[in-house]
């Protein structure tokens, strides 16, 4: 899923935890990403490989991708508990490390329901996931799921601020 759209639930995470610093929830969302880009660098995971979109049949995958370890159920769920616990801590927050854990937590789940192949343990099988991208309706209504989200994050985000504004 778009960086963006993952980003928007940093946004509309900001008021369920207003001690989490905004950058903080932001990064979160980009937790599984930044780590793809350190792993494939380091050769242990790679993308898969795709035909050239098209609309008419979606997301035709040539070659599986593997990312057990930014992208893997188990991981995605270590990743969050290592954001959060820690966050927390650094917080004095309880709340805050939770908020940053679940949002560390959202992208997998994002990316689950947009994608067909996420990786549950550290083998490539079983992959799971929803794979809206796969056809080529599912691929209109995943653009459509993104840009709701990113209205949605930035709509939530304005009226938190404003609200904030008018109690001090
Ligand atoms: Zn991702």
Redesign the pocket.
């Known amino acids: 899923?778009d960086p963006l759209a993952?980003a928007s639930i940093g946004l509309m995470a900001r008021p369920a935890a207003p001690k989490a610093p905004l950058w903080a929830l932001l990064l979160a969302t980009q937790v599984?990403?930044l780590l793809?880009f350190g792993f494939e660098a380091l050769g242990l995971e790679h993308q898969a490989e795709t035909a050239p979109l098209d609309l008419s049949t979606g997301l035709v995958y040539l070659s599986p991708a593997h990312m057990p370890w930014?992208?893997g159920l188990v991981m995605a769920v270590a990743w969050s508990l290592l954001a959060g616990i820690p966050s927390g801590l650094i917080l004095c927050d309880r709340r805050a490390g939770g908020v940053i854990g679940l949002t560390v937590f959202s992208?997998w789940f994002l990316?689950f329901i947009v994608y067909p192949n996420m990786p549950v343990f550290f083998t490539d099988r079983p992959m799971i996931g929803a794979g809206l991208v796969t056809s080529g309706p599912g691929l209109i209504a995943g653009i459509l799921l993104e840009v709701i989200l990113i209205a949605g994050g930035l709509a939530a985000f304005i009226h938190y601020r404003k609200k904030q504004r008018s109690n001090q």
Request: hydrophobic share 20%.
């Open positions: 899923m993952h599984p990403d793809f930014s992208h992208h990316d």
